[in-house]
């Protein structure tokens, strides 16, 4: 099945414990991106790929980062987790940047405390 | 720069109701436009899609005409069922400023029986 999986789907963390939320894709897609949903605020990008190697900033990028070693993993990274990053994050890929269409994985819940 | 503007929520209808979710946004060139749903507990998925002015894009009896002399690209559906309750996202991707997803806050939708 044709599928974005994330891992872990919930995790309660405390401040400044690294953690790192996986991201894999199965469809062979170029393009990936994170992003997080906040009451009132809808998803905001933080970062985006085109492809191996190729990232890029989104609209919140501050306080994560990102690597695309492979094409179908692209994982994000929190150094050191605080409490306003606290929100429900979602991995989507693409096809390429032009087919534009994104499959969201189910999503992962992050609290900080 | 590029956004995304749709009606607030939350929304309560009766079954067999007529929906409509106001969306207008600002973007710098010439941007594809998409509805996508959010079921309780999953990630996004696409609704459908326009990718030039005039385009309507429909699927599961939800319509959307993509106006660019309106900037807007509202959604409708003339018969609501209580399968259809979700939280529905208008965005664009306006790849003349790179590669980001723009997303509006999200309207929730409740159909009563």
């Known amino acids: 099945e044709a599928q974005v999986t994330q891992n872990p789907r919930y995790l309660i963390t405390v401040t400044g414990k690294k953690l790192t939320v996986t991201c894999s894709q199965n469809?062979?897609?170029?393009?990936m991106s994170w992003y997080r949903q906040d009451p009132g605020l809808g998803l905001r990008q933080i970062y985006y790929?085109?492809?191996?190697?190729?990232?890029d900033k989104g609209d919140v990028p501050e306080g994560y980062k990102v690597s695309r070693k492979e094409k179908r993993n692209f994982p994000l990274i929190l150094e050191s987790p605080s409490p306003n990053q606290t929100s429900l994050y979602f991995c989507a890929s693409s096809f390429d940047r032009w087919a534009n269409v994104l499959t969201f994985g189910a999503g992962s819940r992050l609290t900080v405390l | 720069g590029d956004s995304v503007t749709q009606m607030e929520g939350p929304v309560t209808l009766s079954e067999e109701a007529f929906l409509t979710i106001n969306c207008t946004y600002t973007a710098t060139g010439y941007p594809s436009l998409f509805w996508y749903v959010q079921y309780p507990g999953e990630g996004l998925q696409l609704l459908l899609k326009?990718?030039?002015?005039?385009d309507k894009g429909s699927n599961k009896g939800f319509e959307a005409t993509y106006r660019k002399e309106t900037t807007s690209f509202h959604l409708e559906k003339g018969s609501v069922q209580v399968s259809d309750s979700a939280v529905y996202f208008c965005?664009?991707?306006?790849?003349?400023?790179?590669?980001?997803?723009?997303f509006g806050t999200g309207t929730s939708l409740t159909v009563i029986p």
């Open positions: 790929s085109m492809n191996v190697e190729v990232t």
């Open positions: 965005a664009l991707s306006d790849l003349s400023t790179g590669n980001q997803f723009y």
């Open positions: 469809m062979n897609h170029e393009y």
């Open positions: 326009a990718t030039k002015a005039d």
